[in-house]
């Protein structure tokens, strides 16, 4: 029987990925039965919503889906829409592993982190005010709850994952109540790990290990906005935002997208690398328990990137996405 999943396009180059994504899945022969969404300005175009209930009602039902990037307007405008998804659905986890891929050009080698990020609160509460002209404040909102439950979920991950350690990054030093309450609880929560080692780092002093010295992160362990900072900063170690995947996870369901953006300087220029989008495809076919097929794509991608002939602009080739993902449907095909 197919699987019925919410595909969500996004905008940007976020068709172009997606479309090659798809094509990918097909040629490995996974039935899919895809339910496509607009979501932001295509959305608000359409039916004057960027959010259609449509499109929620449908992850809903589905409990799964794959997600192009969505472009949010800066310093104006309507709210992001990838923000309102995940509260709406309450998916609070936000994992990004960040690991060196066979054949791409990167700084370091020995790079093997996984990223978990609260996705619900902290700055992205999205709570701010004009107190008079010249003077606005924005509220960081931090709960007890929210940070547990991100806690136990990094440690839990760990556990099931076979990694050794969880670092919660923080600025607690300056936000001593904010900060330090995700860091009280992140503290609790580890405790009941003992197996699992704990440390902690400042935020500013995290970027700079990180960009020294990445091998010595395993789990890291962050509140909203540090990890969405931190995600594209750990990007950068292994070759960029072309190659490094994403899932949203809640309890009841998980949207898969990689942690770029809508990269509107590629847009519409058959440019994009698929890597990053396929990558978060593979863990949500995992996740729906087609894990062989998702090891024959993982297969095909890594040996097209290993021969390093067809590689996309972002990795230093002069392949196409088109390309790309014409030799990964091929390489896919001499192995099936
Ligand atoms: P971006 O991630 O879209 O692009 C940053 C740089 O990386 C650009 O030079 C871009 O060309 C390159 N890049 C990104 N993905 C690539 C890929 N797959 N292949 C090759 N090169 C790639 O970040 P930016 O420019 O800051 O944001 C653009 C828009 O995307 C904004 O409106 C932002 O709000 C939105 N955005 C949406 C996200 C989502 O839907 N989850 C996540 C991050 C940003």
């Known amino acids: 029987m197919a699987h019925r999943i919410t595909l969500i396009p996004g905008d940007g180059i976020g068709p172009e990925v997606s ?8 040629a490995a022969g996974v039935a899919i039965e895809w339910e496509e969404h607009d979501a932001g300005i295509v ?22 889906a794959l997600k192009g990037p969505v472009t949010t307007p800066v310093g104006e405008g309507f709210t992001s829409v990838n923000v309102g998804l995940r509260k709406a659905l309450d998916l609070y986890a936000n994992l990004r592993p960040v690991t060196n891929l066979p054949g791409v050009p990167s700084r370091f080698q020995g790079v093997d982190m996984i990223i978990v990020r609260e996705n619900t609160e ?9 107190i008079v002209p010249g003077v606005v404040a924005g509220l960081k909102v931090i709960t007890a709850v929210a940070s547990e439950r991100i806690a136990r979920f990094a440690f839990k991950h760990a556990t099931e994952n076979g990694r050794r350690k969880v670092t919660a990054i923080h600025k607690a030093n300056i936000m001593k109540q904010a900060d ?3 860091l009280r609880c992140a503290r609790a929560v580890a405790k009941e790990y003992p197996d699992i080692q704990y440390d902690e780092k400042i935020v500013d002093n ?16 962050l509140p909203n906005l540090y990890g969405d900072i931190v995600s594209d900063l750990a990007a950068g170690l292994v070759g960029g935002l072309g190659v490094v995947p994403g899932a949203n996870l809640g309890e009841n369901s998980a949207v898969f997208e990689a942690v770029h953006g809508s990269a509107p300087d590629i847009a519409g220029q058959d440019l994009a690398n698929p890597t990053a989008l396929l990558l978060s495809a593979l863990t949500m076919l995992r996740y729906i328990g087609e894990r062989s097929s998702a090891d024959v ?6 040996r097209v990137l290993a021969a ?8 230093g080739g002069s392949a196409t996405t088109t390309q790309f993902t014409d030799a990964v449907v091929r390489e896919i095909a001499a192995h099936r």
């Open 180 to 182: 330090g309450l995700f």
């Open 206 to 221: 995290a970027c700079m290990q990180l960009v020294m010295r990445p091998e010595q992160f395993d789990v890291l362990l």
């Open 122 to 130: 902290d700055l992205y509460a999205g709570l701010e005010n004009e």
């Open 297 to 302: 794509i993982f297969g095909a991608v890594s």
């Open 308 to 315: 390093g002939t067809t590689l996309t602009r972002d990795l």
């Open 43 to 64: 959305a608000f175009e359409r039916t004057g919503s960027t959010l259609p209930q449509s499109l929620l009602d449908s992850v809903i039902r589905n409990r799964v």
């Open 19 to 26: 479309a090659a994504v798809v094509r990918i899945i097909e």
